[in-house]
């Protein structure tokens, strides 16, 4: 049997929107912009919860993580958070680490990647402590639950140092947490009613060149008609005068 650690009081230190299970499972879940924490938690896993910002999200699941040595495997499912890109920001760190200098996520896809507030060692501590078991944009509660039972099956007991203690601001966090999402959620819904607003000008745009267009052939048949109609003129005075001065001058003779 392998062998396992008491987790800490109060595990997990971080607040979210997570399920808990057994605390000495040795499997965590991260699952994106998908809702399933309890479904995944029944079927095994230590804790479950999404993940939608590749900062402030992201130094919560370190947090929680690195506080229980009993996690050894983090597995990453659910549909993808489009814009954040947490899942692939997670594996990012995880292979790569971060700029010590910046604190940003090195090879991340995400727009801000920073994760400020986790040192370089709670950092290495994740690396070291978990394998990384790659399942975004998957949904199948079967395949993850069978995900789950095979890193069960192999788990390979406690992580030999004691849990890591990374102390984050945590309702400062949360409430930009919640705040940068809201943010996101309101962005697309104006990038929508932009999209028609601007559809319906490049309609009328479009409508004013067709009425300027037809203005333009309009005004150029009124000046050829006006031209032809004044040359006309001039023409039928010359020929009248040509033949007045014809027949006065047959009268003479």
Aim: charged share 25%; glycine share 8%; net charge negative.
């Amino acid at each position: 049997m392998v062998e396992k650690t008491e987790v800490i009081d109060g595990w997990p230190l971080e607040t979210g929107d997570y399920a808990i299970g057994d605390t000495q499972c040795p499997v965590a879940v991260v699952t994106l912009g998908s809702k399933m924490n309890e479904e995944v938690v029944n079927e095994g896993a230590a804790i479950a919860g999404p993940l939608h910002t590749e900062n402030l999200g992201i130094e919560k699941v370190v947090s929680n993580i690195v506080s229980n040595p009993n996690i050894r495997f983090l597995i990453i499912c659910g549909s993808e958070v489009q814009g954040h890109i947490t899942g692939e920001t997670v594996k990012a760190l995880y292979e790569n680490g971060i700029d010590p200098d910046t604190k940003s996520i090195i090879g991340s896809p995400g727009a801000i990647p920073f994760v400020e507030n986790l040192p370089i060692e709670a950092v290495e501590r994740f690396q070291e402590q978990l394998t990384i078991i790659d399942m975004i944009n998957n949904e199948n509660l079967d395949e993850i639950s069978k995900k789950i039972s095979e890193c069960i099956e192999e788990d390979p007991g406690c992580f030999e140092k004691e849990p890591m203690i990374v102390q984050l601001n945590e309702k400062e966090e949360e409430e930009e947490e919640v705040k940068s999402f809201e943010q996101e959620n309101i962005s697309a819904s104006s990038i929508d009613s932009s999209s028609l607003y601007l559809l319906g000008i490049e309609n009328r745009i479009r409508s004013m060149k067709l009425e300027i267009n037809e203005i333009g052939s309009f005004e150029k048949f009124s000046s050829g008609y006006y031209a032809g109609k004044i040359q006309g003129i001039v023409i039928g005075f010359i020929l009248t005068l040509v033949l007045v001065m014809i027949l006065f001058w047959s009268l003479r003779l």
